[in-house]
């Protein structure tokens, strides 16, 4: 059975960094274009990043451009986003996905003083 599993969300200081984890099982997950997504308390689901599973370079949201990072780790099966300069409207859910819509539980970042 597919599953996906995040982790890494804290309570984090505007300006602070965080890295979160996807791992995936069950699933070819080396074969798979991987995306971040989040949502915000009362607001809708918000791209956040894709990584391809060959050499294209990764994608941002203009808004995450810059201070995020995706990155994978094929033998680990796990997909990661360092997050850095953290800022408040950064607070959500965040969820990794597969192409086929395929999610985890999601794991709660929330940037606050």
């Known amino acids: 059975e597919a599953q996906l599993v995040e982790s890494g969300g804290d309570l984090v200081q505007p300006g602070g960094s965080l890295t979160l984890s996807c791992a995936a099982s069950g699933l070819p997950f080396s074969n798979y274009a991987m995306r971040w997504f989040r949502q915000a308390p009362g607001k809708g689901l918000e791209w956040v990043s894709t990584?391809?599973?060959?050499?294209?370079?990764?994608s941002y949201a203009d808004s995450v451009k810059g201070r995020f990072t995706i990155s994978r780790d094929n033998a680990k099966n796990t997909l990661y986003l360092q997050m850095d300069s953290l800022k408040t409207e950064d607070t959500a859910v965040y969820y990794c996905?597969?192409?086929?819509?395929?999610r985890g539980q999601g794991t709660q970042v929330t940037v606050s003083s």
């Open positions: 996905y597969t192409p086929d819509q395929r």
């Open positions: 990584l391809s599973s060959r050499d294209s370079p990764p």
